[in-house]
């Protein structure tokens, strides 16, 4: 059973950095393309980034690209999200998901398998 575990999330001050980690297990991380999206207060949930197999191709929302970085370990079976300069509209909670697309995109529905998420409160 996949199993993808969201952590490092917490309060943080505008301009400041958090890394966000997702932990998968239950399946073979290293075959998968994966992503990060969030969800802010009232809204719908929206993409962020999202990163291949091999980590060799990226794909990150216009609203985050220069400030957040999407990285991979397949040897720890780890995502994460490097998120800098953050600003209040960078508020949400942040969820980790598996596609089951063989290509790099953005679409919600192609990602078949999410974690719980971890929540980012950014002050002003």
């Known amino acids: 059973q996949v199993r993808l575990v969201e952590s490092g999330g917490g309060l943080v001050q505008a301009g400041g950095s958090l890394r966000l980690s997702c932990a998968a297990s239950?399946?073979?991380?290293?075959?998968?393309?994966m992503g990060w999206f969030r969800q802010a207060p009232g809204t719908e949930r929206e993409f962020v980034a999202a990163i291949s197999w091999s980590g060799d191709t990226t794909q990150y929302a216009n609203t985050v690209k220069g400030r957040f970085t999407i990285t991979r370990d397949n040897a720890k079976s780890t995502l994460y999200l490097q998120m800098n300069s953050l600003k209040p509209e960078d508020t949400g909670n942040y969820y980790c998901?598996?596609?089951?697309?063989?290509?790099?995109?953005?679409?919600?529905?192609?990602?078949?398998?999410w974690g719980q998420g971890t929540q980012v409160p950014v002050s002003c």
């Open positions: 239950g399946h073979t991380f290293s075959s998968y393309n």
């Open positions: 998901a598996r596609t089951f697309r063989t290509v790099v995109g953005n679409k919600e529905d192609d990602f078949s398998s």
